[in-house]
DNA sequence: CTTAAACCGACCTCCCTGGTAGGATTTACC
DNA sequence: GGTAAATCCTACCAGGGAGGTCGGTTTAAG
């Protein structure tokens, strides 16, 4: 398996919220059992995402998440890379605290590593599919936006962003 | 990580047959001695690319392993396939006995499921990396062929390194 | 008949995945 | 202010797979 149930689960918490109006938060809880799964564990699970940025959230009652930035902006491979941590194919990718991804692997005797070469084209694949897939792809696939609820001057009034 | 050292080890070792000539085999502990891996590790790493039809042996005294076909026609799908099962980017992508890969996934409430479609994607382009490299380009990165020995001395206990 | 090698299967240890548990804190609403 | 709903945080835990090791059997060359 290459990716994680982490990776699974906070991709679809992404679409669940990427369907929802950004307007007011939505609850773990809501998509817990909306997808069935484990609500302490999508805890875990969403604080990547947080600390990654990709989606906000508010404390307290009638609290919850929504998405930072309109679902066509955010390119998955970000979502994945929040989730996963990165994407190695191989043990000896190691992220530096910079971007670059380098092979700890000594260039034995002067020949240069020659699965690293394979192994950068199959992260370059990887990347590339994920780059080029956005979010609203995803939660359009899935049957698009939930419809605005017609009571809105009520839902409105909630907006509460919290109005500091 | 994405691939196991399975996958790192027998690559290398892949690499390492190719380097040599077809004509004679070459024994699991020079390939050990050569790129430091423990000898009854690659026992089942090769275990598998025999049984997938990549590489050939002799077994006995100056017994070996060879590839069953020239390095230029080994496509690196192949051998990741061999080494790793199935190439599959999420738990819910399981092969049936076909070649055919499908989602478990119940369509829940007739919508589709959208995260399968990321990770097709993910996966055609990690498969499609593979497909376009062939084990002939690995062999030439890392040196290329080794020259072919004129005596009839026991060359191959030491992987001759090109003297830079 | 000795030696080098492939072949085989059982075992073993560590670490990560996939959770659970229990709280502390923040906020909306009455 | 009290209570309920929610985020937030840390620790813990069981299971399984990764990454080997070990011991032995079979085969073939010299």
Not at 22 to 38: N, V, W, Y
Not at 80 to 89: F, R
């Amino acid at each position: 398996m290459i990716f994680s149930s982490k990776a699974e689960y906070g991709v679809r918490l992404m679409i669940e919220l990427g369907r929802q109006s950004p307007e007011h938060p939505t609850s773990l809880k809501a998509i817990a059992d909306a997808e069935g799964l484990p609500l302490a564990y999508l805890e875990q699970v969403v604080a990547r995402l947080r600390k990654a940025g990709l989606v906000m959230s508010a404390r307290g009652a009638h609290g919850g998440y929504w998405l930072s930035r309109p679902a066509e902006e955010i390119a998955m491979d970000e979502v994945v890379q929040a989730l996963e941590g990165s994407i190695a194919p191989m043990e000896c990718f190691v992220h530096d605290h910079t971007e670059r991804v380098l092979c700890s692997h000594q260039p034995d005797a002067g020949r240069g590593c020659a699965t690293k070469l394979l192994w950068t084209r199959v992260q370059g694949g990887i990347i590339r599919s994920l780059q080029t897939t956005t979010l609203a792809e995803l939660v359009d696939f899935s049957g698009g936006r939930v419809p605005e609820p017609e009571s809105a001057a009520a839902t409105l009034d909630v907006v509460s962003v919290p109005a500091a």
